[in-house]
């Protein structure tokens, strides 16, 4: 599952301006000017200043008192970033409604949708399940990743992957998986 394009172009309209916000305030990268307007960045130096932000999220609250045009309804989402998590988690398995990853902190279960594509083809012809270190945030009613996903080259062994199949039915029975933050 994925926004609809609509959410998906608003995502962007609203994610890009914050990294260049906080590029801007804490000089993160000198490599990258007006991050909302460039085609073709170096993912590695926008996690530099996602991870800023991350680190900080009172950037957050300087930023939509800098941009006070915006819209209510924008501010609200921009404002519930706050509320991301992040960490290594197990990618389990592709549904319908999202993808379902498992913390390898917590084992706390999630259902997550991609933004312009799904996870199943952004990772495509991976090894599944696959491990990776995301940071999750709401969306409007669903949880998204900021896209900037780092996946490891780990191979899961069978006897991990019958725990962690045996952690998303739990929590399916129990209904226990987050499907917003």
Not at 33 to 48: C, H, R, S, T
Not at 83 to 100: A, D, N, S, V, Y
Not at 117 to 131: D, H, N, V
């Amino acid at each position: 599952m994925t926004l609809s394009q609509e959410d998906g172009q608003l995502y962007y309209r609203l994610w890009l301006p914050l990294l260049d916000f906080v590029n801007r305030k804490y000089r993160v990268s000198s490599k990258l000017k007006n991050i909302a307007e460039k085609k073709g960045l170096d993912p590695a130096e926008v996690k530099k200043v996602a991870d800023r932000l991350w680190s900080d999220v009172t950037a957050i609250e300087d930023y939509l008192k800098a941009n006070d045009d915006l819209p209510e309804e924008y501010k609200e989402i921009v404002r519930s970033w706050k509320r991301r998590i992040q960490g290594k988690f197990l990618m389990e398995r592709h549904l319908k409604k999202g993808t379902i990853f498992i913390s390898l902190e917590n084992e706390e279960v999630y259902q997550v949708s991609g933004i312009i594509s799904s996870w199943e083809e952004m990772f495509y012809g991976a090894p599944m399940p696959l491990i990776l270190e995301a940071t999750f945030m709401p969306f409007r009613d669903v949880i998204i990743s900021d896209g900037l996903v780092m996946p490891y080259n780990v191979i899961v062994g069978g006897g991990m992957k019958r725990m962690f199949k045996d952690v998303y039915m739990n929590a399916k029975k129990s209904g226990r998986i987050h499907q917003s933050l």
